[in-house]
């Protein structure tokens, strides 16, 4: 039985753990404040807010609806637009804010916007102007335009910097922000079972039948009729594969930890210092809030940004079988057979990715171009990772790139062709045509096969002039 806290209500529901929290809410719960939009990710209409208990304080973020699975919420508290006025019937400051600068019109989009702007009034960060847009990135409105929604984001960090750092929360009550129930979340969410049976399920012949799902924000939009009907292994909030472990020289990353969890992560923030310029390419706050790196990888798209980033990492993947909880490593790149080919049983599953601690010889650098800058899967995109001597010779190279072949590729000519080069004109040309041996791409939507090509050399070009090695580019 899967039980969470829906504002101030604790509920239970034996209907499928893939079922959608925002169907939940929705038909069963009749809450129908949130709003079905795109139903796959993309625009922030059915956003509420999802609290974890982690110690005896909750972690408030914003989750699309339409794509968490029932399971995803277990022991947690969901807070839906109905759930932030209910003692008093005012509207928050949040929503005045949204009124007096005209930020809604026709109020679709409305209540995605209040419930993300809700989020940041509940988060720790700092209320800065680029937080609070930052935290309306996963929300599109097509009728009111952008303007007097950020003017309302303007007024909302205004407001907030009065915001004491002790006890918050009282405070956010006082000012009439959140109802004071939410005080009282903390101590009845320890009373709930914190741990879901759910283990994985399987047939006489041994083949599983059920769904590993991690944040659900790719498995819930390839398959959305049969997940939704089925039951599913929660992999997201199962502590083994969670966390960032540093063991000597080597970082393992649990499978199930979010593209969130790893940009606030401090060891990982020290070894890439700009992993934020990089994750902010990817997805959007929300769907960051939810995906995980091993969604990613066993998505086996061949244009995945987190994918293209462990790969030029020379990660490895961690393997375990469900069914004989036997457990095997294998080089990242070896994973990738065929396009959405996989070298893994149906009952493996991946436990963590791990690779070497960079050292402070070693260069790294991921870039990404779509069509649209934000919120936008990539035409093409890479990372490299350099290891180079005082002299400037390059010691090591791994080099990783999506979009110009079948699978998210790690390029082996080119990096090995770069060890014990330096790099020059003379050695960029004949690199450039290695480069371009090892690429198959192909015309589609993102781009034709010309331009791809281009653009993979412009950004492997684009990886050394942030390097500026040998001040070979270095402008
Ligand atoms: C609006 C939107 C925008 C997006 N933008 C981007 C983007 O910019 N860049 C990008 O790379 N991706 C993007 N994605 C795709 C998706 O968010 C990512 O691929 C994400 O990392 C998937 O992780 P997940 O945990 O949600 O996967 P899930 O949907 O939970 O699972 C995906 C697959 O992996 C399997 N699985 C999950 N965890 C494991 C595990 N530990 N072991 C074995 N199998 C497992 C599931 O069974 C399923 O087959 C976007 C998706 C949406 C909806
Ligand atoms: S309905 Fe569009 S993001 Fe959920
Ligand atoms: S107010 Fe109509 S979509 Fe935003």
Redo the contacts with the bound molecule.
């Keep these: 039985m899967i039980s969470f806290i829906l504002n101030n209500q604790v509920v239970k529901t034996g209907l499928p753990s893939g079922s959608t929290l925002l169907d939940f809410v929705r038909y069963e719960k009749q809450l129908v404040g949130t709003k079905?939009?795109?139903?796959?990710?993309?625009?922030?209409?059915?956003n509420v807010l999802v609290g974890t208990l982690v110690g005896e304080e909750i972690t408030y973020q914003t989750m699309?609806s339409?794509l968490t699975p029932l399971s995803n919420v277990h022991a947690k508290h969901v807070l839906t637009v109905e759930g932030i006025n209910l003692s008093n019937r005012q509207l928050s400051p949040v929503q005045e804010l949204m009124i007096v600068n005209n930020g809604t019109q026709c109020g679709f989009c409305t209540i995605g916007f209040v419930m993300s702007l809700t989020g940041v009034v509940l988060s720790k960060e700092n209320p800065t102007y680029a937080n609070v847009i930052k935290a309306i990135d996963g929300n599109i409105c097509r009728c009111t335009g952008y303007k007097s929604i950020e003017r309302a984001a303007k007024g909302l960090c205004e407001t907030l910097a009065e915001r004491p750092a002790k006890k918050p929360l009282s405070w956010l009550v006082e000012q009439g922000f959140v109802p004071d129930y939410l005080q009282n979340i903390p101590a009845k969410l320890q009373s709930l079972q914190q741990k879901l049976n759910q283990d994985s399920t399987f047939n006489d012949n041994g083949q599983k039948t059920d769904f590993f799902i991690g944040g659900g924000t790719d498995l819930m939009v390839q398959k959305p009729a049969i997940i939704r009907t089925s039951s599913t292994t929660n992999f997201l909030d199962d502590t083994q594969l969670k966390g960032i472990h540093i063991e000597g020289n080597l970082c393992r990353v649990g499978a199930s930890t979010t593209v969130t969890e790893f940009e606030d992560s401090p060891e990982i923030q020290k070894m890439f210092p700009d992993l934020s310029k990089y994750l902010k390419l990817v997805s959007s706050t929300p769907i960051r809030n939810m995906a995980t790196m091993g969604g990613n990888i066993i998505n086996a798209s061949p244009i995945g940004d987190m994918t293209i980033f462990f790969l030029a990492l020379n990660s490895q993947v961690i393997l375990k079988d469900a069914l004989t909880q036997n457990s095997r490593t294998l080089p990242l790149k070896d994973l990738f057979l065929d396009y959405k080919k996989l070298d893994k049983t149906d009952t493996e599953y991946i436990e963590s990715l791990q690779f070497e601690v960079p050292d402070n010889a070693t260069y790294f650098n991921f870039e990404k171009v779509s069509k649209r800058t934000h919120l936008d899967i990539a035409s093409v995109n890479s990372a490299c990772q350099l290891k180079v001597a005082k002299d400037g010779a390059i010691l090591q190279a791994h080099i990783s790139a999506g979009g110009v072949a079948a699978i998210p590729k790690y390029l082996d000519k080119s990096s090995a062709f770069l060890k014990g080069k330096k790099m020059d004109d003379a050695t960029w040309k004949t690199f450039s045509e290695v480069l371009d041996s090892e690429v198959s791409p192909i015309s589609d939507a993102r781009g034709s096969a010309a331009y791809k090509r281009l653009l993979l050399r412009q950004l492997v070009l684009a990886h050394f002039v942030e390097f500026k090695l040998n001040h070979w580019l270095a402008f």
């Design positions: 079905i939009g795109c139903r796959e990710g993309d625009c922030g209409a059915c699309t339409c």
